[in-house]
């Protein structure tokens, strides 16, 4: 917005703001369904994402279906610019579902007749977001769990540098049909990163505690069934894979 550009937001909540247009990711998976919310509109970015999953909400869903259903309708459209936001780990090697879903979902665009880019983020960091509010909430701790000794990698981005990117992507029309890392410069491990934030957070030096796999994982089990927090089998797949790549395209 600040750059000049009109904002036509999708969102699933009900709003008052006129440039918010109400979707429902969970079952818009008709082509049709889009074509009306296309009008006048030059570019497109997909950004829905869920970490988890619950009753009413798949990943196939939202990850795969309802944005296959965006895409087919700017083909039809003749909405040729599309920046689909996936993640990092959405690859050849996914095994998680979250990945594969959104693996899924950037397969059927690569397909497309399309100017397509495809961002895939490592974890991002910023105000608001519900990654960062877990991060902080274990850096603050007396006694920071860790999941074993806390080795798993990931390349935090800010979300400042994220939107800097899909903003020259969309002005210089660059990235085309390319799939971009977006990463921060430095691979650090969970147990630095929280370090880290815990210090910049004015609260000293960091105590951490280990936890045994096994644990974990029963934790994540639980998880699974109460749908309660952040841990599922899920998640933990997701972080033992680690989440780091390389920064050049990016930068």
Not at 84 to 105: C, E, F, M, R
Request: aromatic share 4%; hydrophobic share 40%; net charge neutral.
């Amino acid at each position: 917005t600040a750059r000049g550009h009109e904002i036509l937001a999708c969102s699933h909540r009900r709003a008052a703001n006129s440039n918010i247009c109400r979707v429902d990711y969970i079952r818009d998976w008709d082509a049709s369904t889009w074509l009306p919310r296309l009008e006048k509109v030059d570019a497109v970015i997909n950004a829905v994402g869920i970490l988890r999953e619950t009753t009413d909400a798949s990943f196939d869903a939202l990850h795969h279906r309802a944005p296959s259903a965006l895409f087919r309708a700017c083909e039809c459209a003749g909405v040729k610019r599309v920046i689909q936001i996936s993640a990092l780990g959405a690859d050849d090697q996914a095994g998680s579902a979250y990945h594969l879903s959104k693996k899924a979902a950037d397969d059927e665009l690569r397909e497309r007749n399309l100017d397509w880019t495809i961002v895939q983020p490592s974890v991002v960091f910023g105000r608001g977001g519900t990654s960062t509010a877990l991060f902080l909430r274990l850096a603050c701790l007396p006694l920071i769990p860790l999941v074993g000794r806390g080795e798993q990698r990931m390349q935090p981005i800010h979300i400042d540098d994220l939107v800097g990117l899909i903003v020259r992507l969309l002005e210089e029309e660059s990235g085309i049909h390319q799939t971009v890392t977006a990463v921060g410069p430095d691979a650090i491990t969970l147990r630095d990163m929280l370090g880290s934030y815990r210090r910049q957070l004015g609260l000293g030096s960091p105590h951490f505690v280990p936890l045994p796999l096994p644990f974990i994982a029963l934790g994540a089990k639980l998880g699974d069934l109460t749908h309660l927090g952040a841990l599922s089998s899920e998640t933990l797949n997701m972080l033992q894979r680690g989440n780091t790549g390389n920064p050049d395209a990016a930068t």
